[in-house]
């Protein structure tokens, strides 16, 4: 009998005629349903992940039940308190809720039938390699299902005749082939993903720092990553034991947790985000899946690509209304964390930028990310408040702190022997996060709403550069030239609404200042005297004045009326722009850094910053951060070397006047600089308004286009009905996420008005007062 390894959930069901109730028959030996310990043989199934299942049969909730390993999914059970239900007919049955992970067990093909889904691929010599449990199930499928029958089965039969002329699946896309197995008794289906075995590797090291998690019905068991490249002197490793009732946390050997884990299932993670204390509920979030998105001078960086969440405590004993409360916090979790877009990096600090990192780690640059946790830019550990109940343990490298925002990266070849990096990185700050209708303006500690610090990062791009991002065993020794560019964004520092409300004005510009150095306030709002936005740029000039006198000059505000001198297609008017920060961009200049063995032998710091601001800080602010950065772009890649100061000043003399580039590099760069930047504006549009930002054509081509407006009136009409309607739940998600929970009695501010032109934002109710920067 042939045993085959899958992933899923492992339950079966003694599904009655009719389709119900579908009860639990049994538990295969080695799954997650048998690992996590509480579920019983004659458990009824209610929902799954909240939706109910009555009138269903098994066969009819398979995608429900589909996910890749280490995901979880939430059932809610109906147990009987007693086997003989005619004595205890009286008795109320109970009403349980299951959290079971996905993970990799052993079947045999008595127990299970596979079900193949794919796709047809388009070239005939397509072929892969399957399983003999496979070829078996196709013909067993094939004998025995009667009521697949029609194309699927046709389609069935051609992949059993195809399988056996291995002549099927050679040149299969990306997306992943899932592979379900159903029980003979028509039980519940089970996810098997082999994605990795037909999609190309990207991870160049995929197996360095895995870790794996161990479920028991009390308690969870992580092991420590696999280090490529341990030291000798290196501390000794530790697995972390977590409790799941008392959300107890300690640390104990590794051979002891080998000894009490032995034999058990086990699923692979890339680490611990952490431990969210939500309303209904405490949750353990971990990463199961990682994306290379750059390769640097310093490290490589991932995306966080799939997540999993399990319950841990729950706040209080089950009812009905309970239940859904706890299913609809769940599901919204985990719907949070897919558009959070989470990044890190095992090799450096991606919460600090070059030049913060030039200032700590000086003598040892390309080692910065061997500092401790209490060194990296606090306000971007977007988990910062999820890892504090791991605060206690001695070692950490289990934990995984990750940044929120954006991470894009482009090659650009300059000449035929020369290439530089471009990497773009955003960086949202949590201490006010939240959606757009719901997060506006300022909080008593002076934190703005959707404050993002974005670093555009450009170096020579070689093979000594990659080799040395992806060598565990040290930089390079050939000089590197590194140069970064830094500016921020952030809503408009007043309390919105509230007339009279005078908060201390000198808090945030003094803050800003000692982390950047001298500030540039760009204010992108309209300033005509019908425009409801006046009111707003109004008194945050009036701030920005009585500011300069603490900070002795070194702010300047600019007033842009981007809508005035921008709109109507008045897109040839941009230059203005970069005209009117000309001066200030030339005084705060950027960051130059020389890396050769590891160590700095030059530097160029760049000594202030541009805070960009519109309404929303979303779609305007884009587009002129973007043509700002332009502009400095073209200095860092002479600044570099890459290109002559000459042919810098060429292609900005180019950019000034509207006409073509002079380069044909000039014009590719262009093209993918502009389509970096728009991604970032609509990552971050996503995370803050819930869709992409609007004026994206004009960010991508540098024109605005019939199809660039119609897809703005869609957004705009996407954010009115989402930011209205939707956010409210996921507000307070977010906000016990990072631990800044609000009253549930709370509503949110019902905007009165709105801007067509920046997506339907509020009228304004100022009347006078401000706040900090």
């Known amino acids: 009998m042939s045993e085959e390894k899958i992933v899923g959930v492992g339950i079966v069901f003694d599904e009655k005629e009719g389709g119900t109730p579908l009860r639990i028959e049994s538990l295969v030996p080695g799954s997650g349903a048998d690992a996590c310990g509480e579920l019983k043989q004659g458990d009824e199934l209610l929902t799954i992940d909240g939706i109910e299942v009555e009138g269903k049969s098994a066969a009819d909730l398979a995608k429900y039940f589909q996910g890749p390993a280490g995901s979880t999914v939430i059932l809610t059970l109906r147990r009987k308190e007693s086997e003989d239900e005619e004595k205890d007919a009286n008795l109320e049955d109970e009403v349980v809720v299951v959290e079971v992970p996905r ?6 093909d008595a127990q299970f039938v596979p079900w193949i889904n794919f796709q047809p691929s388009d070239s005939e010599g397509s072929r892969s390699r399957f399983s003999e449990g496979i070829r078996k199930g196709a013909d067993r499928l094939w004998a025995g299902v009667a009521p697949l029958q029609g194309s699927l089965m046709k389609q069935m ?24 197995q159903v ?30 998690l161990y479920t028991f019905p009390d308690k969870f068991v992580i092991m420590p990553p696999v280090l490529p490249t341990p030291s000798s002197g290196a501390a000794k490793r530790e697995a972390v034991l977590i409790d799941r009732s008392s959300i107890e946390i300690s640390s104990l050997a590794v051979e002891e947790a080998e000894s009490m884990v032995r034999g058990k299932a086990k699923a692979e993670i890339m680490g611990i985000l952490g431990i969210a204390n939500l ?7 971990l990463c199961t899946g990682r994306q290379m998105v750059a390769s640097m001078h310093c490290g490589v960086i991932y995306k966080v690509s799939s997540s999993s969440v399990r319950v841990l405590a729950k706040k209080s004993d089950p009812n009905p209304l309970e239940l859904s409360n706890r299913a609809i916090e769940y599901k919204l979790l985990e719907e949070l964390l897919d558009t959070f877009n989470m990044f890190f990096s095992y090799d450096w600090d991606v919460t600090q930028t070059q030049q913060r990192l030039a200032e700590k780690f000086r003598s040892n640059f390309h080692q910065s990310y061997n500092g401790t946790y209490e060194e990296r830019e606090n306000r971007f550990i977007w988990n910062h408040n999820i890892l504090k109940p791991f605060s206690a343990l001695h070692h950490t490298d289990c934990l995984l702190p990750v940044v929120s925002g954006f991470v894009g990266f482009r090659s650009i070849p300059l000449s035929s022997d020369e290439t530089a990096s471009l990497l773009v990185i955003g960086r949202r700050d949590w201490r006010r996060s939240g959606y757009r209708y719901l997060s506006r303006g300022v909080d008593a500690d002076g934190h703005v709403s959707n404050s993002v610090e974005t670093e555009q990062i450009i170096s020579p791009w070689t093979s000594a550069t990659m080799d040395s991002a992806q060598d565990a065993a040290g930089p390079s020794d050939r000089e590197t030239s590194v140069s970064s560019f830094v500016i921020v964004r952030g809503s408009i520092p007043l309390i919105w609404t509230e007339a009279d409300a005078f908060l201390n004005l000198k808090h945030k510009p003094k803050e800003l ?18 425009s409801h936005e006046r009111p707003l740029g109004l008194a945050y000039e009036r ?50 850094l020389k890396v050769r063995d590891g160590g700095l032998r030059e530097d160029r710091q760049q000594g202030g910053v541009m805070r960009v601001n519109c309404v929303d800080c979303l779609d305007r602010t884009n587009v002129a951060q973007s043509v700002l950065s332009f502009h400095i772009a073209m200095k860092q890649l002479a600044a570099i070397g890459a290109i002559s100061m000459e042919d810098s000043d060429a292609c900005l003399a180019a950019v000034a006047t509207e006409t073509k ?19 970032h504006g609509d990552f971050i549009s996503v995370q803050y308004s819930g869709t992409a930002a609007l004026k994206g054509d004009l960010t991508r ?36 996420f990072h631990g800044i929970l609000s009253s549930p009695d709370s509503e949110p501010v019902t905007p009165t008005g709105g801007d067509a032109k920046d997506g339907a934002g509020p009228e304004l109710g100022l009347t006078g007062g401000a706040v900090s920067i």
């Open 701 to 736: 081509t540098g024109k605005r286009t019939v199809g660039g407006l119609f897809q703005d009136g869609v957004l705009s009409i996407k954010r009115c009905v989402q930011n209205n309607f939707a956010d409210f739940h996921r507000q307070q998600v977010i906000e016990g």
């Open 183 to 212: 029980a003979t008794s028509a039980a519940l289906p089970v996810l098997k993903n082999i994605q990795k075995e037909l999609a190309p590797q990207v991870d160049p090291k995929p197996k360095d720092y895995c870790m794996y």
């Open 543 to 592: 701030m920005v004045q009585e500011a300069k006198k603490e900070l002795e000059g070194d702010i300047v505000f600019i007033p842009f009326d981007f809508h005035n001198i921008c709109g109507k297609l008045a897109f040839r008017n941009l230059p203005l722009l970069v005209n009117e920060c000309s001066s200030q961009l030339e005084s705060h200049g950027f960051c130059l």
């Open 157 to 180: 039969k051609n992949l059993q005749t195809s399988v056996q002329n291995n002549a099927i699946f050679e040149n299969i896309s990306n997306r992943a082939i899932m592979v379900k």
């Open 513 to 530: 200042s000692g982390q950047y150095g001298k500030l540039a306030i760009l204010s992108l709002v309209e300033q005509k005297d019908s």
């Open 279 to 285: 309303m209904h509920a405490s949750y353990l979030i």
């Open 103 to 108: 993970i990799e067990f052993s079947i045999n």
């Open 661 to 679: 580039l002079p380069f044909p590099w000039a014009e590719q760069m262009s093209k993918q600089f502009k389509a970096l930047w728009a991604d």
